[in-house]
Nanobody, 115 residues
């Protein structure tokens, strides 16, 4: 099983930046896809960014140009650099990993963007 440990998040002002980190542990060899999802109150969980083991990235239009996902395969870690944050980005952010075709989720970390 894959365990995901997240760090980062917090309260920032509009226009500010945050960097989220997530490290995978457990009896694993490699993870095909890692990424981030978020869920705001009253809304469905939505994709924020994903990155494959080969380095291919995917972003929805809502974060393109503002968020950047990166991955360290040796450390089994994934990062999310969030710039130009806006109140609409306020949500619980969840680390995600796909291993042997099975998804794993982190516990979630709160990101609040408010003045």
């Amino acid at each position: 099983q894959v365990q995901l440990v997240e760090s980062g998040g917090g309260l920032v002002q509009p226009g500010g930046s945050l960097r989220l980190s997530c490290a995978a542990s457990g009896s694993i060899f490699s993870i095909s896809v890692m990424g981030w999802y978020r869920q705001a109150p009253g809304k469905e969980r939505e994709l924020v960014a994903t990155v494959t083991s080969g380095g291919s990235t995917n972003y929805p239009d809502s974060v393109k140009g503002r968020f950047t996902i990166s991955r360290d395969n040796a450390k089994k870690s994934v990062y999310l650099q969030m710039n130009s944050l806006q109140p609409e980005d306020t949500a619980v952010y969840y680390c995600y990993a796909l291993y042997l075709g099975m998804p794993a989720w982190g516990q979630g970390t709160q990101v609040t963007v408010s003045s």
